[in-house]
Nanobody, 124 residues
Framework: QVQLVESGGGLVQAGGSLRLSCAASIRFLGWHAMAWFRQAPGKEREFVSTITYPNENAYYSGSIEGRFTVSRDKAKNTVYLQMTNLKPEDTAVYYC?????????????????WGQGTQVTVSS
């Protein structure tokens, strides 16, 4: 089982920024996608963003309105989510997920492994 560990969450005021990290325990050489999902209390888990390997395509949810950027560091087996201009509605637990067969998906049920989550809280 691959381990995924998220970090970088915290408390920030509206308009602020955070960078989330997800470190994988091993490096995958074949096609795979690393994705970010989030879940607010009482709501369903929501797709945020994903980046694929080896083609390096990035996809985003329309709800973030261009405020987030996903990237990866191959040497560190790590993906990042840079979040700017945060809003109270961004408050959620953010999860990292791994998918090891194509194609890219926004469906959480299609992902193979999950991290433990990191809390992001945005105050107004």
């Amino acid at each position: 089982q691959v381990q995924l560990v998220e970090s970088g969450g915290g408390l920030v005021q509206a308009g602020g920024s955070l960078r989330l990290s997800c470190a994988a325990s091993i490096r995958f050489l074949g096609w795979h996608a690393m994705a970010w999902f989030r879940q607010a209390p009482g709501k369903e888990r929501e797709f945020v963003s994903t980046i694929t390997y080896p083609n390096e395509n990035a996809y985003y949810s329309g709800s973030i309105e261009g405020r987030f950027t996903v990237s990866r560091d191959k040497a560190k087996n790590t993906v990042y989510l840079q979040m700017t201009n945060l809003k109270p509605e961004d408050t959620a637990v953010y999860y990292c997920a791994l998918k090891t067969s194509p194609p890219m998906s926004r469906d959480s049920q299609e992902y193979d492994s999950w991290g433990q989550g990191t809390q992001v809280t945005v105050s107004s």
